[in-house]
């Protein structure tokens, strides 16, 4: 059994990751943060001090704090996700937990990176900035791990992301730009289990370039907002379609960075033309359905329904 070290183990993915990797047979689990007084959601102060975890200080953003921190406990396999502050995408600090003794990479990519995709020349920066960035990260831990020891997680639309529209939910009324976009809504927690697995024993026979994942159901962003409201107010919710600029601010004030915000505008409009048009941004098909089987071929459970996520969630969007 190996020794595993998550980063971000206080986020939606990451404490996913963090709880599920002991379940999948790590013989330790390290928990990377950069204030390690912070609560884990999901880990109470029993099962930490009876479960293998350790809390270490670390910090993705400072790669001389990994190496100590990698090689001081003893890990060697790693779960990491784009650093957003990163100014040379992220090879410094992959270098560092090389050198402290990382040998595996389970790396939280995006599902904008589409299968079969050329890593460094099928992106454009002013056309899939967030994309872009994913990849330049997944062709640095090529570069310093090498193809065979790391696996990309490649998740489609996060049911998490209904935290932009949470100051609204409890008024029922609800601003949101191109409503009719249909999502797939995967739970973070799917993907942090699948991850887990992949982080303790790697990636299941089969495989190819990367594991995709998406949630069971497609369902546009309007109903989506529909059922969130009716589940935490019961009412029936009120859907104003906005423009871009509008939704930009809404995405600002809810902490996304202002170049994210606006890529993600411009995203939804260009899917809202595309599927207009009779296309989708999703896989169809067996495709899509085998990326929800990867949830349980990984870990065992079926995929999480929208439905059942809004239920364990309802009470953070309360206000």
Do not use: C
């Amino acid at each position: 059994m190996s020794t595993v070290i998550v980063f971000g183990p206080t986020g939606h993915v990451g404490s996913h990751v963090a709880l599920s990797a002991h379940y999948f047979g790590a013989a330790k689990v390290i928990l990377a943060m950069r204030d390690p007084s912070k609560p884990i959601p999901g880990l109470t102060s029993a099962n930490e001090s009876s479960h293998p975890f350790q809390r270490v200080k670390a910090d993705l953003s400072d790669p001389s704090s990994l190496t100590s921190a990698v090689s001081s406990t003893g890990a060697t396999r790693a779960f990491i996700y784009h650093n957003q502050a990163s100014t040379d995408h992220m090879r410094s600090a992959l270098e560092a937990l090389k050198a402290g003794g990382i040998t595996f990479v389970a790396f939280l990519s995006t599902g904008g990176i589409l299968p079969g995709m050329d890593l460094s020349s099928s992106l454009d920066p002013k056309e899939s900035l967030i994309y872009w960035l994913h990849a330049q990260v997944e062709l640095n831990i090529i570069s310093v791990f090498g193809k065979e020891n790391y696996v990309p997680v490649r998740p489609a639309f996060f049911a998490s992301n209904a935290s932009w529209w949470k100051a609204m939910v409890p008024t029922g009324k609800v601003k949101v730009f191109a409503p009719g976009v249909t999502v797939d809504w995967i739970a973070p927690s799917d993907i942090g289990r699948v991850s887990a697995s992949i982080l303790v024993h790697g990636p299941k026979e089969g495989y190819e370039e990367a594991v995709y994942l998406v949630g069971p159901q497609k369902v546009s962003l309007a109903e989506g907002v529909r059922k969130i409201v009716k589940a935490v107010t019961g009412k029936e919710a009120e859907i104003e379609d906005v423009d871009g600029e509008e939704q930009v601010g809404i995405y600002t004030a809810g902490g996304l960075p202002g170049p994210v915000a606006a890529h993600l505008v411009e995203s939804f409009g260009k899917l809202e033309g595309l599927q207009a048009a009779g296309g989708d941004w999703l896989p169809v098909g067996e495709e899509f359905e085998a990326q929800v089987r990867n949830v349980e071929v990984y870990t065992g459970r079926k995929a999480q329904t929208l439905e059942d996520w809004i239920e364990e969630h309802k009470e953070e969007f309360a206000g």
